[in-house]
């Protein structure tokens, strides 16, 4: 702003706040929700727990020892059964004739 007021035409234009159409979701709508859930349930437990299991050896924190071990388990655990399930469904055809739609509309 080169004063204080009434904002110039270049401001008008930008807005952080503004949402592009054209721009993806995060959590693609065209995909089946277990695999939206096994993919981030898999990322959470490199990404998340596993670091936070060598943290805890690294360091000998009895705690974020027993956290991320579990955490990474219950992670991956999630991630085999998702998969197993969407590839389960996968199989059986259900996925052929996915639209885009919201998440809670949307076929496991």
């Known amino acids: 702003m080169t004063h204080i007021g009434k904002p110039s035409n270049n401001e008008l ?3 952080p706040m503004k949402i592009d159409k054209n721009k993806k979701p995060f959590i693609p709508r ?3 929700k277990s695999w939206i859930i096994g993919i981030l349930a898999g990322l959470f437990g490199l990404l998340i727990a596993g670091p936070s299991l060598f943290v805890g050896y690294y360091f000998r924190w009895q705690f974020l020892q027993y956290l991320g071990r579990t955490l ?3 992670c991956w655990l999630a991630f085999a059964l998702m998969w ?3 590839m389960a469904q996968s199989l ?3 996925y052929k004739k996915m639209s885009e739609k919201d998440w809670q509309d949307q076929v496991w």
């Open 13 to 15: 234009d930008v807005n």
């Open 72 to 74: 990474f388990v219950g």
């Open 30 to 32: 065209d995909k089946p």
């Open 92 to 94: 059986r055809g259900k």
């Open 84 to 86: 197993l399930l969407f």
